[in-house]
């Protein structure tokens, strides 16, 4: 039965290399919102508009102050229960590796070891050249001087602890800043400076590209969770059954809609499905190798 949890610890007992592929949705118990379908606005600006070369191109302060926000709102955020529980699986098994799209931070926030995490669309807390000719990128001391939390002494900061910071007043538009306000790269000296994510209609890194392919072929992939993505983007969306090529591997779906009709339809043979919040259903998938909440 595709929805057994008891069927799926046997499964687990049984699986040596175990992949997860993950989105947005495990990042929405910690309160951020997701990209697509309900939840999907980022006060009402929709992220896949802004996050773009195009409207970076059009009005790259306006695309500044969209991931300043997004900073803010991640580093107000906490990991959960489920990114957790992807840790905690990591450091039971070094086989386990973990792909995910979110650069939020909270992955590594939650003691995820570096080694078994690869972040396909960068992070929010990483800056780079946006000319295409530079590759500048990574200052050891990452800052935003839009950002309240992390610039707390800015200008603009509110004179008293009830006004309301320009930025996080979601009544209100974001706030407009010049493109002559904006910081530039200090090693060309010449493109303006850009958040370290990938973009629609960027590449994802290479290196990272060819190391996951390269640890998918290596060996049969037992398990394959894929977590909290509506997995329409690719290449996120192809791991699963890239790993399916190597012999026969589960796919074990966690989503807030997994067991709809038409997610169930779609399920290959000994796949599961599990409805429900990622926070709450990891934790009990991966009980019997990670132990209770608490424990170690
Ligand atoms: N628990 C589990 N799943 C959830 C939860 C939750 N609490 N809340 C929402 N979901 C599910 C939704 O049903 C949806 O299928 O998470 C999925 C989120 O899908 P998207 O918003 O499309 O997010 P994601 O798949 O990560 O998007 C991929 O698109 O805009 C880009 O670069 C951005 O990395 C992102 C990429």
């Known amino acids: 039965e595709y929805n057994s949890v008891s069927a799926f610890?046997?499964?687990?007992?049984?699986?040596?290399?175990i992949l997860a592929v993950c989105g947005a949705g495990l990042s929405a118990s910690s309160g951020l919102p997701t990209f697509r379908g309900a939840g999907g606005l980022w006060r009402n600006y929709e992220a896949t508009a802004l996050a773009t070369p195009e409207a970076f191109k059009e009005d790259p302060g306006l695309v500044w102050m969209f991931y300043a926000y997004r900073r803010h709102m991640a580093l107000q955020a906490k990991p959960n229960a489920g990114h957790y529980a992807l840790a905690a699986l990591a450091r039971k098994n070094p086989d386990f590796?973990?792909?995910s799209q979110n650069v939020d931070n909270l992955h590594p926030r939650a003691g995820h070891p570096p080694s078994q995490l690869h972040l396909l669309h960068?992070?929010?807390f990483k800056i780079k050249c946006s000319s295409p000719t530079c590759d500048w990128s990574d200052p050891a001391n990452f800052s935003d001087p839009f950002c309240p939390a992390l610039a707390p002494a800015s200008e603009d900061a509110p004179s008293s602890p009830d006004q309301?910071?320009?930025?996080l007043d979601t009544s209100k538009p974001l706030p407009h800043i010049p493109a002559s306000e904006l910081p530039h790269c200090p090693a060309c000296g010449n493109g303006l400076q850009r958040p370290g994510v990938v973009w629609f209609g960027e590449a994802l890194d290479e290196e990272m590209l060819d190391a996951i392919y390269e640890w998918i072929a290596k060996e049969k992939v037992d398990l394959v969770l894929v977590v909290g993505t509506s997995s329409l983007v690719w290449p996120a969306a192809g791991f699963a059954e890239v790993a399916r090529s190597k012999g026969e591997t589960s796919v074990v779906t966690v989503n807030?809609?997994?067991?709809?009709?038409?997610?169930?339809a779609k399920l290959k043979k000994k796949d599961f499905a599990f409805a429900g919040d990622a926070a709450e259903v990891l934790p009990r998938l991966l009980e019997p190798v990670i132990g209770k909440a608490g424990e170690d």
């Open 9 to 17: 610890h046997a499964k687990l007992a049984r699986s040596k290399r």
């Open 97 to 99: 590796l973990c792909l």
């Open 122 to 124: 960068g992070s929010l």
């Open 164 to 167: 309301i910071h320009p930025l």
């Open 256 to 264: 807030l809609d997994a067991e709809r009709p038409e997610n169930v």
